[in-house]
């Protein structure tokens, strides 16, 4: 059974002498050809709404009533409709789009504004009256507030007179030359004061006196790594989720301090006792008495510096100072 319109290509079929359409389910005017006009009623009948000039059926107007023109209009309807949900659908989607990188972008400006916020820093201060509260809060740097001990020098915890809670290190004194001297020291300083990322300890700031020299830092509660792992307790809550979660963490922090600083930064002394862990347990660099600054302009030669058994063996030999010596060190803590 033929349904729908009679194709327009019929009224071309000049030769046409005759045919019969009847008792089918078309539609729309019948061609205009010889071959149409002059058949009878019977060749059309019962079908579903043909119109035309033929005694019987039905006058095809101008208006539109017929089923050809009423079925042209209604794909134009269709198409229309289809390219106004497409127009939709991409403003929608763009409107998405756009909606998540504003997000993104919201979410690091109020990550920058509440450590702006949090952030103490000495140069903020009278200085004598932060020298005095330090001393103060650590009992003149008691050996009961020290919380840990190395090369470079003794960490201490401190509570300011605000209630903030703030790590301490003071520098092993300055002799014979030995060490940083005080320009070396402020410029290192005044560099580190420009870093900063979620996985790296967040420095306040220093203090520069003829009795200590010390920098302020972010304090991490739960300790170095080298202490989770000794707890029997902490270690069993370190379950591999959260171990994962330190070396992506630790790997963005190198990443940022290798490729994003400038000039790049080379930390020099990674192991587990120079990564904080926080009450959620992520992990954070700290630590950067050893940190080496790779300019282009300089000699990137250097002394060996570093925790035995992390060091890059090849550093030993060439004494030359590259990231590569820090993914050794990593590859070490993470093995």
């Not at 002498?17 to 089918?24: A, D, E, G, Q, T």
């Amino acid at each position: 059974m033929l349904s729908g319109l009679i194709p327009s290509s019929f009224e071309k079929m000049t030769s046409l002498l005759s045919i019969n359409v009847s008792y089918n389910q078309l539609v729309g005017r019948i061609p205009t050809n010889k071959a149409f006009q002059n058949l009878s009623f019977n060749a059309f009948k019962n079908n579903k709404d043909l119109c035309g000039n033929v005694s019987g059926l039905q006058a095809c107007d101008s208006s539109g009533t017929s089923k050809s023109n009423a079925m042209d209009k209604h794909k134009v309807v269709i198409t229309i409709i289809l390219s106004l949900l497409g127009v939709l659908f991409l403003i929608l989607a763009s409107a998405g789009v756009f909606f998540i990188f504003y997000r993104k972008k919201m979410d690091v400006k109020e990550d920058q504004e509440e450590i702006q916020k949090d952030l103490f820093c000495v140069w903020n201060y009278d200085g004598n009256i932060v020298y005095e509260d330090i001393i103060e809060a650590t009992e003149n740097f008691s050996p009961r507030h020290c919380i840990g001990s190395g090369g470079y020098g003794s960490v201490y915890k401190a509570e300011l007179s605000t209630g903030q809670v703030v790590a301490v290190k003071i520098l092993h004194p300055l002799e014979d030359g030995a060490g940083l001297g005080p320009k070396a020291f402020l410029d290192e300083i005044s560099a580190l004061s420009e870093v900063c990322h979620r996985n790296i300890v967040r420095l306040y700031g220093f203090c520069l006196h003829a009795r200590h020299s010390f920098i302020i830092s972010e304090y991490l509660e739960r300790g170095n790594l080298s202490k989770v792992l000794g707890d029997i307790e902490d270690a069993v809550k370190l379950d591999w989720v959260r171990r994962i979660n330190i070396i992506k963490g630790l790997a963005n922090a190198f990443s940022y301090l290798h490729h994003d600083c400038s000039p790049p930064i080379v930390h020099r002394d990674i192991s587990s006792s120079n990564i904080l862990i926080d009450l959620e347990y992520e992990a954070l660099v700290s630590d950067f008495g050893t940190a080496r600054f790779l300019k282009p302009d300089s000699s990137n030669w250097t002394e060996l510096a570093g925790t035995y058994g992390y060091i890059a063996p090849k550093l030993g030999h060439t004494m030359r100072v590259t990231e590569k010596c820090d993914m050794y060190s990593f590859g070490v803590l993470t093995a």
